[in-house]
Structure formats: structure tokens, C-alpha cells
């Protein structure tokens, strides 16, 4: 494998998440249809899917040990406080890590969402 070209989470409340990621988090629609929505993210470097559940979810915690990690062109401490401006209120506190500065901010599944700016 080379590498990972696509990405899908599951979600309990599609259109809610849809909502999340497109008005708080800035996240633009690439394409939609009734079991999916398709992001794209920084002009179209990075995609990935919310969706409806491939099999019951109800009564399981979804985002446990799940992490997605976008590189982005911002400064980190001015995204996450244009995110907080928005109303995220899961924003964790800015960390280094040994790619660079970055922060977490989780979904209305648990999902955790972490924001790189690189080195």
C-alpha cells in the first residue's frame, strides 16, 4: 500500500454532522446523496465521507480510538480560536507533536479531528 485514499465515518444524525462540519469547522461540500456526504477540505487536497450506518450503531460510542489529521495552511492558534468564535467547544489545547503544532477538536460522534499546521 502506498496510500490512503479515502476515508467514511459513520454517523448517528447525518444532516446534524453535516451542519458540524460544513458551519462550524468550515468544511466545504464536495457532493452528497441520501446515505452520504462527501467533504472536501483545503481546496480539495483532502476527501473524506459522513454517512449513514453499514450496520447498527445504537447504543455504541462511534468515535472511540479514531483520529483524522489534516494538514492545513494556518496558523493553529488562529484556527482554533476562529473555531472556537464558531461555537466548537471541544477544541483541545494546542500540543507539538514531532510533525508539528497542532490541536483536536471532537465531532458530534466522538470523532477526533486533529488540525496540524507543519513544520
Aim: net charge neutral; with cysteine; glycine share 8%.
Amino acid at each position: 500500500m502506498k496510500q490512503l485514499t479515502f476515508a467514511s465515518l459513520q454517523v448517528k444524525n447525518l444532516e446534524a454532522s453535516k451542519d458540524f462540519y460544513t458551519q462550524k469547522l468550515g468544511f466545504e461540500i464536495g457532493d452528497t446523496n441520501p446515505q452520504a456526504c462527501i467533504f472536501k477540505y483545503n481546496q480539495g487536497e483532502a476527501s473524506f465521507a459522513i454517512r449513514t450506518p453499514l450496520e447498527p450503531i445504537k447504543g455504541k460510542e462511534l468515535g472511540i480510538g479514531v483520529a483524522l489529521w489534516f494538514a492545513v495552511t494556518e496558523n493553529v492558534d488562529e484556527l482554533k480560536e476562529k473555531y472556537i468564535a464558531n461555537g466548537i467547544t471541544t477544541a483541545g489545547p494546542i500540543i507539538e507533536t514531532p510533525f508539528g503544532r497542532a490541536f483536536h477538536v471532537k465531532d458530534l460522534d466522538g470523532y477526533k479531528l486533529t488540525f496540524l499546521e507543519t513544520k
